[in-house]
């Protein structure tokens, strides 16, 4: 984690960099890290999270706690208050707009250019309020064992099923 936060320090345009260690949240589990962004969201009008599973797991508990609307996916900013999104699967954009004084957003990264890796120089701050975790506890993972390849995890695979599905097309026609 030291070169995460290490890394985060020197993007261009960061400020802060805000480290919270506590056991409790090594495995990312919503319910624990939901309370510290609720803690730290006072000094903040936008709470911004990739569009992840794990950015969509906490932003909308956080979002509760502090009666707000969760802007989801967003693929542009036009102000401070609006910004827009894919709808229909992607078919149509809407552009939304923000009336709550914090906003939290989960923002789709593709859809931004990059940040320059290096030349900034932020603080890198320790959170002290650890109490302030939700107390959920990770007790264990479980993975199912199986002779079959694994899809989601292999590209090679995906890659050759979907040239045996081309194939089977263009044979048919």
């Not at 960099?17 to 309370?35: C, M, R, S, T, W």
């Not at 993972?141 to 390849?149: A, L, N, W």
Request: net charge positive.
């Amino acid at each position: 984690m030291r070169w995460r936060r290490q890394g985060a320090a020197q993007v261009a345009g960061v400020s802060k960099v805000i480290k919270a260690d506590n056991g409790a949240l090594a495995h990312g589990i919503a319910e624990n890290v939901a309370p510290i962004v609720v803690e730290l969201a006072s000094n903040y009008s936008h709470i911004l999270a990739p569009a992840t599973t794990f950015g969509k797991n906490v932003l909308p508990r956080a979002a509760a706690f502090l009666d707000v609307q969760q802007i989801s996916d967003i693929t542009a900013v036009i102000d401070a208050d609006t910004f827009e999104r894919p709808i229909y699967g992607g078919q149509a954009v809407a552009t939304v707009k923000s009336s709550d004084a914090k906003k939290l957003i989960t923002v789709r990264g593709t859809a931004f250019d990059a940040a320059t890796a290096t030349g900034g120089s932020a603080s890198v701050e320790d959170f002290s309020n650890i109490s302030a975790f939700g107390g959920t506890s990770f007790v264990s993972v479980e993975v199912s064992k199986s002779d079959r390849p694994e899809l989601t995890i292999r590209p090679d695979c995906c890659i050759w099923w979907a040239r045996f599905l081309v194939r089977a097309v263009n044979t048919k026609s």
